[in-house]
């Protein structure tokens, strides 16, 4: 890592600004290009301040979020079992994926569809198999379950630590807790502003996560992106029920919500979070209230879910943390070059379903910054599309 005083560098190739999840994975696949590369932080990933904490994600090939993803979810997989052989630390645990709710369900009915058009291993299961196979589980609204043999958790921290180590060893330089105060397209190349220090690059991405809108209204860009608070919590569950050697990572639609979690890793607990909400939610980075218990629903609701669905995995709070999602108004992505500045790239608003796709928006970004244009299907995220302005 570069502290200050070893930044003897003040232009680079390429500067990253926002080096978390997307921003990292960036970096390293930039680093073997044999550029100049500078990531910028305002901390110091991996982190709790952006929306990459929390341990762990989920990965799924089968989503319910459009076709467009799925392709996409794939080569991620393939990517993250390569970044693992990279590791002595685990990156990927395959514990299967469990999607169940309610017949009916828009969510459900897309991820079903998208694994017959793209042949994906998946179980539909009724109500009565789910329960034979999973007795954790009940409720009103278990009323159909799709099975994906071959998804499960990736450990996120573990995953950005391992991408910074890389990206470290392959020559990148790394600038952490060091706020961008602003950045400037010149002619022939972009400023970057820090309290401390000023840098040059021939091309900048942006990957600042809750950052991005504010970073982008300054460049001349008033989207419709959202912040938003979350909360996720662990609950001492039965592990007989609910260990990752015997229960699924889940995504759970219930007439009163949409939910998802993980089995209990090595004894940690069931971990669930909330992914709708209300419009109580919207915050801003700096203003966002980072205590979870600050408000009663921050446990409230999550319990409701347990209680409904998963009663042995409803016991005592273990931990619990507040989190943020930066949502689009179509919870698609944005992955582009400024409409402006063709030297300047963004990718942002993964709206709290984006972290399984790090290792290929890394992938995306670098065939941009070095090619001009990638070979996968990015159409859907255009930063000019009118769903992002009205």
């Known amino acids: 890592m570069s502290d200050r005083s070893d930044l003897i560098n003040k232009h680079y190739d390429v500067v990253i600004v926002g080096a978390g999840a997307m921003g990292m994975s960036t970096g ?39 076709l467009q993803y799925i392709p996409l979810a794939l080569r991620s997989q393939e990517m993250w079992n390569e970044l693992q052989t990279h590791s002595n630390d685990e990156i990927f645990r395959q514990t299967g994926i469990l999607n169940f709710g309610y017949k009916g369900s828009g969510f459900l009915e897309k991820t079903i569809e998208g694994a017959k058009d793209y042949d994906l291993d998946i179980e539909t299961l009724t109500v009565e198999e789910m329960q034979k196979r999973w007795p954790g589980l009940h409720g009103e609204d278990l009323e159909i379950g799709y099975y994906e043999k071959k998804g499960g958790v990736i450990m996120g921290e573990n995953a950005i630590r391992t991408y910074r180590r890389l990206a470290l060893s392959n020559g990148a330089e790394l600038l952490v807790d060091t706020p961008v105060n602003s950045i400037h397209p010149e002619t022939g190349h972009v400023r970057i ?5 000023t840098f040059t690059a021939d091309r900048l991405v942006l990957t600042s996560g809750a950052q991005n809108g504010l970073m982008l209204k300054a460049l001349g860009l008033d989207l419709k992106i959202q912040p938003s608070r979350r909360t996720i919590a662990w609950f001492e569950a039965d592990d007989n029920l609910y260990s990752s050697e015997h229960f699924p990572g889940f995504i759970g639609r219930s007439r ?8 209990s890793i090595d004894g940690t607990g069931v971990k669930i979070g909330r992914y ?8 801003e980075p700096e203003g966002m209230d980072r205590n979870f218990g600050s408000f009663e629903k921050d446990e409230a609701y999550l319990r409701e879910f347990l209680s409904a669905h998963m009663r042995g995995a409803n016991g005592k709070l273990n931990k619990g943390l ?8 179509d919870e698609d992505f944005i992955i582009d070059q400024h409409p ?11 709206s709290g379903h984006g972290f399984k796709y790090v290792p290929v928006v890394g992938e995306i970004l670098t065939d941009l910054v070095t090619k001009g244009e ?3 299907d990015i159409s859907s995220f255009s930063i000019t599309r009118d769903e992002l302005y009205e």
Request: hydrophobic share 20%; proline share 5%; net charge negative.
């Open 256 to 263: 009163n919500g949409s939910y998802y979690g993980f089995s």
């Open 374 to 376: 990638t070979g996968h």
């Open 322 to 329: 507040s989190c943020i999602f930066t949502n689009t108004p």
């Open 276 to 283: 709708d909400g209300s419009d109580e939610d919207d915050t």
């Open 193 to 197: 502003e820090t309290e401390h220090d």
């Open 28 to 66: 390293y696949y930039l680093s073997q290009k044999d550029l100049k590369v500078l990531m910028i932080d305002a901390h110091d990933p991996p982190h709790p301040h952006g929306s990459h904490g929390g341990d762990t994600r989920l990965i799924r090939h089968a989503v319910g979020e459009g």
């Open 340 to 350: 402006e500045y063709d030297n300047i790239y963004v990718a942002g608003g993964f």
